[in-house]
């Protein structure tokens, strides 16, 4: 019997279905998530969180079943999917913040549970969803330490599982009846690339097992420098993900300890390693940690910007806690994780220049981290070299183009090139657009250079902030980070692609 409903294009029908298969990760993650408020004995949790699961098993319900029988997706499906899902997740991710505090009016106004009223607005805990997802750690929370359990935990949990990917996760629970080449869309998509074994399947398994270990030893050794364990629990989680969310009132400086900040920078840097990397090292193979051509800039460039940072610091701060907030502040910054150990609206433009510059490098590809990523950076300074080489030698000479210790074939140079090109280009013309928006709609108390240092913070997926993001945002400011967080976490083209296809829907 032919279905009633419309059939759309085929096309639609792959991007709806696995729409179906992506939402109700958000409802595992709120049944999931019950378990907080038994402890913690918040009742008016249980809920929002059922609601949330409910909406979202629903929501996916019918957007696959009657959709189920199509076709395999593609790439350009995947980019689609991998665009509108991610908005998708955020709206439903947002559900918890918003139904805690409209379904529990007397929690809400609690003088413990103060911040919760900001999440009455719906826009609010978009923006806390949209930033928890895409690992950046901007908040609308003015103190975190005041939120429910509860909410502390449902934000480091977005940051965790988003910093392996909505996508990644469902692969990973859904891998066995698709074929490679239909993950391998959805995962590429999602700003992955790296491939650990020859099959999809392989490669996510172990990426979670070195995910969960990582963040079982960064609990223990946040916990062991003095953390007290629930929010080693929780720090450890948005750490290794480099999301970067606390549940303290000011961040990592609440704690005033240099041993959590030693051991916080290890975390975080390691979470903007690839998990290839993490893998050789696994398997004993600890050269790795230098031989590796991106991690190996990745240590050059964290021990450059902290010397620079520290010697533009010292004259006003002195040299020890010039020291000591500088390597940590920019470890943070170019893990893109954004733990704040000091206050930077006072550091200087200089540094907050400094700090800039590594959150736009970000780190490795194949990470947890955001920003351009140090890859396409270095092919872009390879390449300047690799031209003027060209240019200076004989005619007809091979000149090799080298990556590390990998020598690329010249008929791929021109398409590494385009590609790091393309992304880079893309980058700053969206890191412009925002901060144009901003500087139109920010208090005039901010100047340029902390405008720049927000959006560029948003857009790399960082979190560090010089004040501007809070509740009192202007709506077109918050959309506005939302956007630029949104794009920074899928790398644009995917988000490119969605626009083209709502414009164009018979292409």
């Known amino acids: 019997m032919r ?19 992506l939402v109700p990760v958000v409802g595992v993650m709120a049944l999931i998530s019950l378990i907080i408020p038994a402890v913690y004995g918040e ?27 199509a076709g395999d997706a593609k790439l350009k499906h995947g980019m689609i999917i991998a665009g509108f899902g991610w908005l998708l997740v955020a709206a439903l ?34 923006f806390e969803a949209v930033s928890g997802y895409t690992g950046t750690g901007l908040t609308m929370a003015a103190r975190a330490d005041l939120l429910p359990a509860t909410l502390q935990w449902w934000r480091s949990f977005t940051e965790w599982i988003g910093g392996m990917g909505v996508i990644v996760l469902m692969l990973a629970i859904l891998a066995g009846p698709r074929p490679g080449a239909a993950q391998y869309s959805l995962y590429y998509a999602e700003a992955r690339g790296e491939k650990i074994h020859p099959s999809i399947t392989s490669t996510l398994r172990t990426m979670w097992w070195i995910f969960l270990l990582y963040t079982t030893v960064s609990v223990i050794a946040l916990w062991g420098a003095g953390m007290p364990m629930w929010e080693a629990v929780n720090h450890a989680m948005t750490g290794i993900s480099t999301g970067g969310f606390s549940v303290t009132a000011n961040s990592i400086a609440s704690y005033n300890s240099t041993a959590i900040e030693m051991v916080l920078i290890p975390i975080m840097l390691f979470g903007a390693i690839s998990f290839g990397v993490h893998y050789e090292l696994m398997q004993g193979r600890g050269r790795i940690l230098w031989r590796d051509a991106q991690t190996r800039w990745l240590w050059i460039i964290t021990l ?12 006003r701060i002195g040299w020890l806690p ?16 954004g733990f704040q150990s000091v206050d930077l609206l006072h550091w200087t433009d200089t540094a907050k220049l400094l700090l800039a510059g590594g959150m ?148």
């Open 3 to 21: 279905s009633l409903l419309p059939q759309p294009t085929s096309d639609l029908a792959i991007v709806l279905r696995d729409l179906g298969l």
């Open 43 to 69: 009742a008016f949790a249980y809920v929002p969180l059922l609601l949330t699961a409910a909406i979202s098993f629903l929501l996916g319900a019918l957007l696959y079943f009657p959709f189920r029988g």
């Open 93 to 126: 991710g947002s559900l918890p913040f918003t139904l805690m505090s409209l379904l529990s009016p007397e929690t809400a106004f609690l003088p413990q549970f103060a911040t919760l009223r900001e999440f009455a607005n719906p826009l609010n805990g978009f």
């Open 304 to 315: 450059v910007g902290s010397l620079f940072l520290t010697l533009e610091m010292a004259m």
């Open 322 to 337: 010039s020291l000591r907030g500088s390597v940590f502040q920019f470890a943070s910054a170019i893990s893109c994780t």
């Open 360 to 507: 736009i490098f970000g780190g490795a590809a194949g990470s947890t981290a955001g920003g351009i990523k140090i890859m396409r950076v270095m092919v872009l300074i390879k390449g300047v070299q690799w031209r003027f080489r060209k240019i200076t030698s004989p005619r007809g000479a091979i000149v090799p183009f080298r990556i590390g210790d990998t020598v690329v074939d010249e008929t791929d140079v021109g398409q590494r090139l385009e590609d790091a090109a393309l992304i880079t280009f893309l980058w700053i013309v969206f890191l412009a657009l925002g901060v144009v928006v901003l500087l139109h709609t920010v208090p005039n108390s901010f100047d340029l250079g902390d405008v720049i240092f927000e959006v560029a913070s948003a857009q790399g997926n960082v979190g560090l902030s010089v004040g501007i993001t809070n509740p009192g945002m202007s709506s077109v400011a918050k959309l506005t980070l939302c956007f630029n967080m949104w794009i920074g976490r899928l790398e644009i083209i995917p988000v490119l692609m969605l626009i083209r296809s709502l414009i164009y829907r018979r292409q």
